[in-house]
């Protein structure tokens, strides 16, 4: 069995074969390989004995499930009202500085992507970032670049 | 009534009393409990307004084998941010509030929809959890709550929406009627309440429904919690008496130099200084003209704001964050983002506002959710309130 095929039937395992298992088995998918591709697509609809387009549709419908491949790290900075107005243009320009990347893309060793996103839900402590899925908050540029710091530090002494 | 509104200390009081309230109520009718909070005036804190109390009690007389109870923790409006902290300071107080709606409509599921931005919580919720579950078999309570995660979308803050996803499917919102205390989720009976009404449901059993009835003016009973910020030397969160002046609420958050606040987020209302004085925060919008319902989102913006700026954010999110399923919502939203801009380069004169104006109200008449129907809220009320912020 391929990786995906193997993933994809521990979930579906885990949590069940029923329509109400799609969403949790997709973000399973995600926390696993940061995206969703179609071979796993493909693999869902067979364990959940539905269409693949059915699964393709919910897939591609939350701004948190992703269809294209994206960095061990996926940076999201909150673009809403309140972060943008206590300084989130500058968070971001300090994020594209020091990973090298433009708003969107992913770095070369595929660690880091960087995206924006809407309200995080920390509008009082703002600007405001989660990082996978540990959120971020009272930005500054400073900080961003040691909070980035020190994710590649772990990177490295990972290796 | 001239009444003296304040500050209050109820929902994040730290009181552990899960077990003997779960013990006198499981004493009393159901009847008693139900009128009980009718009688409390507790009404939904998530926005709608819908009251508590005829919503348990419409689902206890659904028939049906399985029936659902769902604490709706997708809280995305734009600068409310209220249900993460009650989530994360007193969860207790939420999940008994789900015991004993389970207990009274005759439920033995329930499921808490986290939305994906506070996955960070999961942990610590799902260790409450477990305490609560050992309670309940203590108790000889036949209930489990289950958290159910979000991916990332506004729109399944829509209670309909919010059961699409949950059973797999895109969150799109379905045609109403039928409601959701008898076609919820997986189409069976659903009580579904936001995160600060269940804990609301706590003080209620615990003080009585006259102590929480003394609180808040005509409609609008009780306390609500609010998400203060912007431009504010004070942002968080804030427990305060319903009935509020805008003007009293500028007078204790504001900078000194406030030029709206934005009441209810992104699908609220926008309100200019001019107003303050005779806006009131509460529910009956409508019938009193001056007051405002809100889910507890308060954005103060000063004088160095644009607000050409604010309404584009506010659009972008819309154009992001409608579900796309129908025409006036989906193409509505992304025509008033192109509009403003439009108007703003001078490729449109300043009259093209009010054809803008009319196709926002157009969207609030025909749009299928109250996504596509409140984007005129904040539409027409900064637009109005700001025309030559527009244009110029």
């Not at chain 1, 059915?54 to 061990?72: E, I, R, W």
């Not at chain 2, 992001?320 to 192109?338: A, D, K």
Request: hydrophobic share 35%.
């Amino acid at each position: 069995m391929t990786e995906v095929k193997l993933l994809v039937k521990g979930l579906a395992d885990q949590h069940g074969r029923t329509m109400e298992s799609l969403l949790p088995i997709l973000q399973g998918i995600v926390h696993q390989q940061q995206h969703i591709s179609e071979d796993a697509m493909v693999e869902v609809a067979r364990e959940l004995d539905i269409s693949a387009a059915q699964v393709y549709g919910t897939a591609t419908f939350y701004s948190f499930l992703h269809t294209k491949p994206l960095g061990k790290y996926v940076i999201r900075v909150c673009k809403t009202i309140t972060c943008m107005m206590h300084g989130k243009n500058q968070v971001i320009q300090e994020l594209e500085t020091v990973l090298k990347v433009k708003l969107g893309e992913t770095t070369h060793d595929g660690k880091f992507t960087l995206l924006e996103t809407n309200c995080l839900g920390q509008c009082h402590k703002g600007p405001a970032m989660l990082i996978n899925d540990e959120p971020y908050t009272e930005l500054t540029p400073e900080k961003v670049r040691s909070i980035i710091m020190k994710y590649k530090q772990q990177e490295i002494s990972a290796n | 009534m001239k009444k003296n509104l304040q500050r209050l200390d109820l929902i994040f009081k730290n009181e552990h009393d899960t077990e003997a309230i779960l013990r006198k109520t499981l004493d009393r009718s159901h009847d008693e409990v139900i009128n009980d909070l009718i009688s409390s005036g507790l009404k939904g804190r998530g926005g709608a307004g819908f009251p508590t109390g005829l919503k348990w009690k419409l689902a206890a007389e659904a028939q049906a084998e399985q029936k659902y109870v769902i604490c709706n923790a997708d809280e995305g409006e734009p600068g409310t941010f209220k249900d993460r902290e009650i989530l994360s300071s007193v969860p207790h107080k939420v999940l008994t509030g789900m015991a004993v709606c389970a207990n009274i409509i005759g439920s033995t599921k329930g499921f808490i929809y986290l939305r994906s931005e506070y996955k960070f919580l999961k942990p610590q919720l799902l260790s409450v959890i477990d305490e609560f579950h050992k309670l309940l078999e203590v108790l000889n309570i036949n209930f489990k709550v289950d958290i159910f995660m979000g991916s990332g979308a506004y729109i399944c803050g829509e209670e309909s929406a919010l059961f699409e996803s949950m059973e797999g499917k895109r969150g799109e919102p379905r045609n109403k009627p039928p409601f959701p205390t008898d076609f919820g989720y997986m189409g069976e009976p659903t009580v579904i309440n936001n995160v600060e009404t269940l804990a609301h449901t706590y003080s209620i059993l615990k003080y009585g429904a006259d102590k929480f009835k003394d609180l808040g003016i005509q409609d609008s009973r009780g306390s609500k919690v609010f998400s203060v910020s912007g431009d504010t030397p004070n942002p968080g969160i804030y427990e305060l008496e319903f009935g509020m002046s805008l003007q009293k609420f500028v007078d204790d958050f504001g900078d000194g130099d406030s030029k709206a606040v934005q009441v209810g987020g992104a699908s609220g209302f926008c309100v200019p200084r001019k107003k303050f004085v005779k806006t009131v925060i509460g529910y009956q919008g409508k019938l009193r003209g001056t007051s405002l319902p809100t889910g507890g989102s308060m954005m103060i913006f000063n004088s160095s704001r644009s607000m050409y700026n604010v309404l584009h954010n506010y659009l972008d999110f819309f154009v992001e964050e409608s579900c796309g399923q129908c025409t006036p919502c989906r193409v509505g939203t992304q025509q008033l983002l192109l509009g403003i801009q439009a108007v703003k380069k001078g490729e449109q004169p300043s009259s093209y506002l009010d054809k803008l104006l009319v196709l926002a109200e157009a969207m609030r008449v025909t749009s299928k959710c109250g996504l596509g129907q409140s984007v005129a809220n904040s539409f027409s009320s900064i637009v109005e309130n700001f025309k030559e912020e527009m244009i110029y």
